[in-house]
């Protein structure tokens, strides 16, 4: 056992049967299934600590999760030693050695999430728990107009839960892409809703997207998310998405002078 040092993981996981990131009494949680599967190797490792509190049914590609061990074990030995005792909807990406108690919340400069929207007038089963359908036609010029409103410094007081108590709110978007993916064979059409930002809301991003959907659809007039972020009223803005379609696609971070090589490269 030598001297405490930090090591960062990049953790991806598939939300569906999650409550979320964070650790809940009674509920199944990321953080407390990462903990424990750490512990295997490392009991020492009673903490994590996590970049994004995702919610229930959110998914991630690229949650960066930090930890403190004694253990001399290397980047590689963590990533396969880890996954090992993890379920099949939760997995260890990358990892790397950082310095002893190292908090990536508070380094991360920029975060993006992905919001996927099935085009289709027909469900596919392989896209339920990964992308909200949305039967009716859909005006895509219509939402990457109202997507422009968005970007830049503004209070989102409109755009956040009832649950959000802060009194902070405003936010840096930086910027909101709108793609349109080519199908694969057999695949519907797909829109993938890019949003990136230096922090977000609670439900900031899916409230967003709802918004744009329902001013897509035309349950809401054109202007409306422009209109709902002047007032500051959640009552103008649309509907919140459903988690399945979120994903956390990247955070940036300033790593810390001393942080060494990631595996896999």
């Known amino acids: 056992m030598g001297e405490p040092q930090g090591v960062l993981l990049t953790v991806a996981y598939d939300g569906t049967a999650f409550h979320g990131w964070a650790s809940q009494r009674d509920a199944r949680n990321v953080q407390d299934t990462l903990t424990g599967a750490l512990a295997a190797l490392d009991p020492s490792v009673t903490e994590v600590r996590g970049t994004s509190r995702t919610d229930a049914g959110v998914h ?3 949650q960066m999760v930090a930890f403190d061990t004694a253990k001399d074990i290397p980047a590689r030995g963590w990533v396969l030693g880890v996954n090992q005792h993890l379920p099949e909807d939760v997995a260890v990406r990358a990892a790397r050695p950082v310095p002893a108690g190292f908090a990536p919340r508070f380094a991360s400069k920029k975060k993006r999430y992905e919001y996927t929207l099935a085009l289709e007038a027909v469900r596919d089963p392989l896209a339920s728990r990964t992308a909200w359908r949305i039967g009716a036609p859909v005006d895509v010029e219509a939402i990457r107009r109202e997507a422009a409103a ?3 410094t503004h209070d989102f007081a409109a755009y ?3 649950r959000d108590e802060r009194t902070e709110t405003t936010r840096t978007v930086t910027a909101i892409d709108v793609d349109e993916p080519t199908p694969r064979i057999g695949e519907g059409r797909r829109l993938v809703l890019g949003f990136e930002g230096t922090a977000f809301l609670y439900n900031m991003v899916r409230i967003m997207v709802g918004t744009l959907v329902d001013v897509g659809t035309g349950r809401l007039p054109r202007g409306r998310a422009g209109e709902a972020l002047a007032a500051r009223d959640r009552r103008l803005a649309g ?15 300033e790593l810390p002078p001393g942080a060494g090589e990631t595996w896999p490269p």
């Open 160 to 162: 956040r839960a009832a």
């Open 239 to 253: 509907q919140t998405a459903p988690p399945g379609g979120l994903v956390l696609a990247r955070i940036d971070l």
């Open 60 to 62: 991630a590609r690229a």
């Open 150 to 152: 968005l970007v830049g």
